[in-house]
Nanobody, 123 residues
Framework: QVQLVESGGGLAQAGGSLRLACAAS????????MGWYRQAPGKQRELVAA???????NYADSVKGRFAISRENAKNMVFLQMNSLKAEDTAVYYC?????????????????WGQGTQVTVSS
């Protein structure tokens, strides 16, 4: 079984910073793209940032210059450094990863999600 576990959410003041972390565990052979999504109340889930195995990154326009995504391949982890936070960044943040996992009789590639971590920014 593959699991993604997020940590680091919480409450921050506008202009402050938070750092999210996500660790993947299980019978993992390789992890391709890892990313962070968020979903605010009454809104659709949206991509915040993504990073490929070779460290190529992609950001939503709303977070460019404020957020930075990184990964540590040896530990199957992805991070999101969030600076200059705004009230509109308030949402549940989800980790996502494209993972090839299994055992030697069955290997499959799937998209996995974490359980989500709440980020609340007070103005």
């Amino acid at each position: 079984q593959v699991q993604l576990v997020e940590s680091g959410g919480g409450l921050a003041q506008a202009g402050g910073s938070l750092r999210l972390a996500c660790a993947a565990s299980g019978s993992i052979f390789s992890i391709n793209v890892m990313g962070w999504y968020r979903q605010a109340p009454g809104k659709q889930r949206e991509l915040v940032a993504a990073i490929g195995r070779g460290a190529m990154t992609n950001y939503a326009d709303s977070v460019k210059g404020r957020f930075a995504i990184s990964r540590e391949n040896a530990k199957n982890m992805v991070f999101l450094q969030m600076n200059s936070l705004k009230a509109e960044d308030t949402a549940v943040y989800y980790c996502n990863a494209d993972i090839t996992a299994g055992n030697y009789s069955l290997v499959k590639r799937e998209s996995y999600w974490g359980q989500g971590t709440q980020v609340t920014v007070s103005s």
